[in-house]
């Protein structure tokens, strides 16, 4: 069972910069496809980028790409978002997810295809 731990998050102004980071215990994400997800008050779930373990892709919202950048660091066992250029629409909780079984699809996954989820890190971008 590999446990997801989140951090990173915090309150910072529109414009900035944030690193979230997710430490995975229990096993290896090596050969997991991840993904981040957000959650804002009030709306669904919603996908914002991922990375397949085979080939590397990386898939991201439409909102975010050129500014966040998704990375792994299979040594440290720990996945990584780089978010630049934050808006107060980027204000959200953010957690990461594993998926075991079967790698991410073309375009990103839905929260369904995860099978292993983290708690989640609060990020707020004031104007």
């Known amino acids: 069972q590999v446990q997801l731990v989140e951090s990173g998050g915090g309150l910072v102004q529109a414009g900035g910069s944030l690193r979230l980071s997710c430490a995975a215990s229990?096993?290896?994400?090596?050969?997991?496809?991840v993904a981040w997800f957000r959650q804002a008050p009030g709306k669904e779930r919603e996908f914002v980028a991922a990375?397949?373990?085979?080939?590397?892709?990386?898939y991201y919202t439409d909102s975010v790409k050129g500014r966040f950048t998704i990375s792994r660091d299979n040594a440290k066992n720990t996945l990584y978002l780089q978010m630049n250029s934050l808006k107060r629409d980027d204000t959200a909780m953010y957690s990461c997810?594993?998926?075991?079984?079967?790698?991410?699809?073309?375009?990103?996954?839905?929260?369904?295809?995860?099978?292993?989820w983290g708690k989640g890190t609060q990020v707020t971008v004031s104007s």
């Open positions: 997810a594993a998926r075991a079984a079967g790698d991410i699809d073309y375009g990103g996954p839905t929260p369904s295809q995860m099978d292993y």
């Open positions: 229990g096993g290896t994400i090596s050969t997991y496809g």
């Open positions: 990375n397949a373990w085979i080939g590397g892709a990386t």
